[in-house]
């Protein structure tokens, strides 16, 4: 599969964004799909993932409440919906395959897309 972000940019805190990740290939939707990040300077760290066919979710603290994942299996595409953003979740965002239908461990990246968050 491969995997391709889109929709990052420069947004106010308090803002929000919607990303995208289109997935070729036909294993989409056998597969949880998440999103990770990464700002400057810091590792890598998960955001959330989405259980192969939508009904469930997960994800990390720092982001619950404030960010959604949704997908469309019909289209394979993932989306993360970002809201009340805040400075520290600026950072280079990369959609991820999970190695199952339902699992936190991704086992491949696509290239990321930037998020750029102004105080």
């Known amino acids: 599969v491969q995997l391709q972000a889109s929709g990052g940019g420069l947004v106010q805190a308090g803002g929000s964004l919607r990303l995208s990740c289109a997935a070729s290939?036909?294993?989409?939707?056998?597969?949880?799909m998440g999103w990770s990040r990464q700002a400057p300077g810091k590792e890598r760290e998960f955001v959330g993932v989405?259980?192969?066919?939508?009904?469930?979710?997960y994800y990390a603290d720092s982001v619950k409440g404030r960010f959604t994942i949704s997908r469309d299996n019909a289209k394979n595409i993932v989306y993360l919906q970002m809201n009340s953003l805040k400075p520290e979740d600026a950072g280079l965002y990369y959609c991820?395959?999970?190695?199952?239908?339902?699992?936190?461990?991704?086992?491949?990246w696509g290239q990321g897309t930037q998020v750029t968050v102004s105080s």
């Open positions: 290939g036909r294993t989409f939707s056998s597969y949880a």
């Open positions: 991820a395959k999970s190695d199952s239908s339902w699992s936190s461990s991704f086992d491949y």
């Open positions: 989405i259980k192969r066919n939508g009904g469930s979710t």
